[in-house]
């Protein structure tokens, strides 16, 4: 099975899950299921067996490693996580339905509010070395930019991106990123 054969189902996986975590039957149980996730940071998922029920039902077989977790289960275990530091505290879900939409310009849309910090994150981040420190950062930015009212993500797109990272496509991934965080709307619109 190629990469391209296994994208579709990442997304198809998010947005079963999320839609799980924001069901009416779920009302009850959707801030217990983020608690869990939330204190999953910090663990290896081999120690985290509070979201083995939240996220477990939801993987096909043929994408459940058999030791360490698969690049398909780190994707959706970090976007997961992601996505509960970011309903932390609030009322409204940071979900944009763009699909076009990375996690660049989910950050270019609050760039003018604080610039020189999400800046300097943003660039330690495209730097990492390894999926882990890439990861690491990438929970910090989502902290700092989740209080900021216009900031909103595209979980699924996000989770794809984080599954080419792991399969040789981190600089595509960075470089894209990079651009939509970089570009300034309405600049040089008329050229």
């Not at 099975?1 to 998010?14: A, D, F, Q, V, Y």
């Not at 910090?140 to 989770?159: D, G, T, Y």
Request: contains cysteine.
């Amino acid at each position: 099975m190629t990469s391209e054969e296994r994208k579709l189902p990442i997304s198809n996986i998010m947005f079963e899950i999320l839609d799980f975590l924001n069901s009416p039957q779920e009302k009850n149980n959707r801030a217990a299921y983020l608690a869990k996730i939330r204190n999953s940071i910090g663990k290896n998922f081999e120690e985290a067996t509070d979201v083995w029920s939240i996220i477990f039902p939801f993987i096909p077989p043929k994408f459940l490693g058999n030791g360490p977790l698969s690049c398909e289960e780190k994707s959706i275990f970090i976007t997961l996580q992601l996505y509960a530091i970011g309903q932390q505290g609030l009322n409204k879900v940071l979900v944009s339905n763009d699909k076009n939409k990375n996690f660049g310009s989910s950050l270019q849309q609050i760039k003018e509010q604080d610039s020189v910090a999400l800046d300097r994150r943003f660039n330690t981040m495209l730097t990492a070395t390894t999926f882990d420190e890439f990861a690491y950062h990438l929970r910090q930015i989502f902290r700092l930019a989740k209080s900021k009212e216009s900031f909103s993500v595209n979980f699924i797109k996000l989770s794809e991106d984080l599954f080419w990272y792991q399969n040789g496509k981190e600089r595509n991934i960075c470089l894209s990123w990079a651009k939509d965080y970089y570009h300034y709307a309405g600049k040089n619109e008329d050229l």
